[in-house]
């Protein structure tokens, strides 16, 4: 259940129908040392924050109020840097203001326009809370910002070949498919449309195979559900009966097809493993398998003990219980964004964090931790297995 941050963050964005959803950056932070504190601002949904389309040219400032969730107001400013960085970024929050700083990364703004002048803010730093406004909204932060506009069909990324591969999927479904399906049709998508995929780094096929499986999801989630939430209910329980499967089935998807997607740049790359080993904890993979860890002979430093999680500001610790035998633990992850402070404590833990590489902008310069990339850790372990 979400908190009364995350229940109201939920109702202000149902209520006015817009809200812009971002993961905050080291660079919004400050943490890079390159610019004053500010949130960057997505040119693509630029008319709902600004009158000034981001054209080249002059600076163009829009002065903006804020509600935050603890009751401040700012008088902001959104400014179009037209002359040279061709970039929006949203500043002027005065003193002492608690959501954008160094502890701040990797939690979720919600900035919710009223109207062009007047917004509503939240700033989420608990999963749960991000995982339930994400599953509300319909909406997953993969890229920078994820963009909520009811009654609106946001444009497929997906070229035509992607997207009618796509279509012919969901339309012979008489059924909502398990998350493998949706995952093994998402690959045979990407394979036979996408020259070269499956000779790309394992960060990007990582990447791609995440956001394209998001896209058919929710082709399939149109088509299902909208027939049931269309229909006159006989009862508020029978719609918040509904409502609540939507939600349940739009949270535990993002998992499942993670999982599934690691275990294909895995065995892309010829690494054996055992997912779901029943060991202490039952940890997501065990590299390279669950009988050379039962192995008291089999040497303790060829072994992997690897979590598998979207997100992981809080749910990091979990892995520390899993597969005692191995001390050093590895966490896979798309999560944009962990602070400093939270980086030191896994590093005292004795946690290797693994991020795709094009999300490694969005961590700290200055981290305790040297991140992994996906290919990164896939060399790792076949330079340990064949050692």
């Not at 690897?306 to 992850?333: A, F, I, S, Y």
């Not at 402070?341 to 991020?355: D, F, P, R, T, Y």
């Amino acid at each position: 259940m979400a908190s009364p941050y995350g229940e109201q963050a939920i109702i202000d964005s149902l209520e006015h129908g817009r809200a812009l959803l971002k993961f905050i950056s080291p660079n919004d932070a400050g943490a890079t040392g390159a610019h004053q504190c500010g949130f960057y601002m997505p040119r693509g949904a630029w008319e709902m924050f600004t009158p000034h389309p981001p054209e080249r040219g002059d600076n163009q400032k829009h002065d903006v109020e804020i509600f935050w969730q603890d009751g401040r107001t700012t008088d902001s400013v959104v400014t179009w840097y037209g002359r040279a960085k061709s970039e929006y970024r949203l500043t002027r929050f005065g003193r002492n203001f608690p959501f954008l700083n160094a502890d701040a990364v990797g939690n979720l703004l919600v900035l919710i326009p009223v109207t062009l002048t007047d917004f509503r803010a939240y700033v989420l730093d608990l999963e749960q809370d991000i995982d339930e406004l994400q599953a509300a909204l319909g909406v997953e932060v993969i890229d920078a910002w994820g963009v909520y506009e009811f009654g609106r069909e946001h444009a497929e990324t997906e070229d035509e070949c992607i997207s009618r591969h796509f279509r012919d999927f969901a339309a012979i479904l008489d059924g909502f498919p398990t998350g493998a399906a949706f995952s093994a049709k998402t690959r045979e998508a990407l394979i036979d449309c996408i020259a070269q995929f499956t000779s790309q780094s394992a960060d990007r096929k990582l990447m791609t195979a995440v956001e394209a499986e998001y896209a058919l999801f929710r082709l399939v989630e149109r088509r299902f559900c909208e027939p049931q939430i269309c229909q006159l209910f006989a009862s508020v329980d029978e719609f918040l009966k509904t409502a609540a499967s939507i939600m349940n089935r739009r949270k535990s998807r993002a998992g499942r097809s993670f999982e599934n997607h690691v275990a294909f740049v895995l065995e892309d790359a010829g690494i054996p493993f055992t997912s779901q080993p029943k060991i202490d904890g039952k940890p997501d993979l065990v590299i390279p398998s669950v009988e050379a860890y039962h192995d008291s002979t089999y040497p303790v430093d060829r072994l992997f003990i690897v979590g598998l999680k979207t997100t992981c500001k809080d749910r990091w610790r979990q892995v520390l219980n899993e597969g005692r035998r191995v001390p050093r633990k590895h966490l896979m992850t798309m999560q944009r964004g962990i602070s400093t402070n939270q980086l030191g404590e896994m590093v005292a833990a004795n946690v290797s964090l693994i991020v795709p590489q094009g999300l490694h902008r969005e961590y700290p310069d200055r981290s305790p931790m040297d991140l992994m990339a996906v290919d990164g850790f896939i060399d790792t372990v076949q330079k340990t297995l064949d050692g």
